[in-house]
């Protein structure tokens, strides 16, 4: 997978997060991620608190909307591979797992 980093200012795009932190929950993904990995709505939600959380952009699978990656850990120190976009405002949640072995570079650097 090819990853770019939002931006060359992530303390902007990260600014933008922490205004938004509404997260829009609907039939269409309510649960879903716990059925898929056994990850909670609530786990989804925490990973946009974690400090060393990184944020790229998901150049791949931005077809209609933009996407983005977020690789952050829980409370639990559970650390997540998320994949949100924005909408009307709000963070809508589209997937999310835990990080495979090959993926955890890229949240410890």
């Not at 309510?30 to 998901?58: A, L, M, T, W």
């Not at 977020?70 to 589209?94: E, H, M, N, Q």
Request: hydrophobic share 35%; aromatic share 14%; charged share 35%.
């Amino acid at each position: 997978m090819i990853y770019t980093i939002v931006s060359r200012y992530p303390y902007i795009f990260m600014q933008i997060i922490k205004q938004l932190l509404e997260f829009e929950w609907d039939e269409g993904n309510r649960g879903k991620n716990f059925q898929k990995h056994k990850v909670s709505d609530g786990e989804c939600e925490e990973v946009f608190f974690d400090p060393n959380k990184k944020i790229y952009k998901d150049v791949i699978h931005s077809g209609k909307e933009k996407r983005y990656i977020l690789l952050g850990a829980t409370k639990a120190d559970r650390i997540l591979f998320v994949v949100f976009t924005i909408r009307k405002s709000r963070i809508r949640i589209v997937s999310a797992r835990d990080l495979n072995k090959k993926e955890l570079y890229l949240y410890e650097n």
